[in-house]
């Protein structure tokens, strides 16, 4: 399999760590949408990116339905997510959260490419603020373990690349370990891990 898109996308990051966790080989093609557009769309015609090509050849667009596919080529004990039951619930409660956030940090720094007489201040302000809402939502329901049963979870990954994204690049001066220490030391207790730490993003 190859997985194409840089770390600094967090959909292709999450991607990556669910492969890692799970034990899925792959190849990585460290291409960007906006600097690497042509090479993308050998493989992605829309350039979107993650694209997640099978060794069918057939190729998958969206991270969600890429886990989806990974999960299921797996056995189902090993799925990061629960199959059923109030933890499945809390568990897609906690992914939502992170799949509102992550694209408005994606805004934000779009917006931040800008030159500055173009940058419409009412839309940053509102997407920090949303997102903002979303990491108090996911600092009351982190604790001392994994969100889900403590035990590793899709929850977790997607905390934790919208931690990181907005704490390194992003909103640096708000997202920070002082405001968030609970989601602090998840990512802390996350790049413990190979499959977080060898996917840092860089800019």
């Known amino acids: 399999m190859k997985l194409v898109g840089p770390w600094l996308s967090g959909f292709t990051r999450r991607t990556a760590i669910t492969m890692k966790l799970l034990g899925i080989p792959f190849e990585h093609l460290n291409l960007n949408a906006y600097t690497d557009k042509e090479e993308v769309r050998r493989y992605s015609p829309m350039g979107k990116v993650?694209?997640?090509?099978?060794?069918?050849?057939?190729?998958?667009?969206?991270?969600?339905?890429?886990?989806?596919?990974?999960?299921?080529?797996?056995?189902?004990?090993?799925?990061?997510?629960?199959?059923?039951?109030?933890?499945?619930?809390?568990?897609?409660?906690?992914?939502?959260?992170g799949l509102a956030i992550y694209p408005k940090l994606s805004a934000l720094f779009d917006e931040s490419l800008r030159p500055e007489s173009y940058r419409l201040q009412s839309a940053i302000e509102g997407f920090a603020e949303q997102a903002v809402i979303g990491f108090k939502m996911l600092e009351e329901q982190a604790g001392d373990g994994w969100y889900v049963s403590d035990?590793?979870?899709?929850?977790?990954?997607?905390?934790?690349?919208?931690?990181?994204?907005?704490?390194?690049?992003?909103l640096p001066d708000v997202v920070t370990a002082k405001n968030f220490p609970r989601l602090a030391a998840l990512a802390e207790r996350a790049m413990k891990i190979d499959a977080f730490a060898s996917t840092v993003p860089h800019l």
């Open 50 to 97: 993650p694209a997640l090509i099978l060794d069918s050849g057939e190729v998958l667009i969206d991270s969600a339905g890429i886990i989806d596919v990974l999960h299921e080529a797996v056995e189902p004990e090993r799925a990061l997510i629960p199959p059923s039951g109030a933890a499945r619930l809390r568990a897609l409660q906690l992914i939502g959260i």
């Open 151 to 170: 035990t590793l979870s899709q929850a977790d990954i997607m905390a934790v690349v919208c931690y990181q994204a907005a704490a390194q690049f992003v």
